[in-house]
């Protein structure tokens, strides 16, 4: 996957004794890819009150699968309860609605035939 335009973690490891070290290119936040998805640079600063934007479901997962190496979540539909709780604290919705209300969706069933992977 290309990370073009986000700040990515690099990880550094240094044997002392050996001087030899090896480079580890992480994934960005989850919020960062959020955030891209959607296009801004920024959160929302009043994430209840002020909204920055609106992501597909189809968004969702492209985050879920940026980061299903990073997540404990067995299911892709933990993974994606997951991404909409930090859409959430980033003030974004999904399909025009409270991300909070899709995670009861997807809890009930609703969202099952849109859902791949699980």
Do not use: H, W
């Amino acid at each position: 996957m290309v990370f073009r335009g986000l700040t990515v973690p690099v990880r550094i490891e240094c044997d002392p004794e050996t001087k030899q070290f090896e480079i580890f290119i992480e994934t960005p936040s989850t919020a960062s890819l959020l955030l891209k998805e959607v296009g801004v640079e920024k959160g929302s600063a009043s994430c209840s009150e002020t909204k920055i934007g609106n992501l597909t479901l189809d968004q969702v997962q492209n985050v879920v699968k940026a980061k299903r190496d990073k997540f404990l979540d067995k299911t892709i539909k933990a993974g994606i309860k997951t991404v909409l709780g930090t859409a959430l604290s980033v003030g974004l919705t999904v399909e025009g609605q409270d991300p909070r209300a899709i995670q009861k969706k997807i809890d009930k069933g609703e969202f099952d035939d849109i859902l791949r992977g699980d």
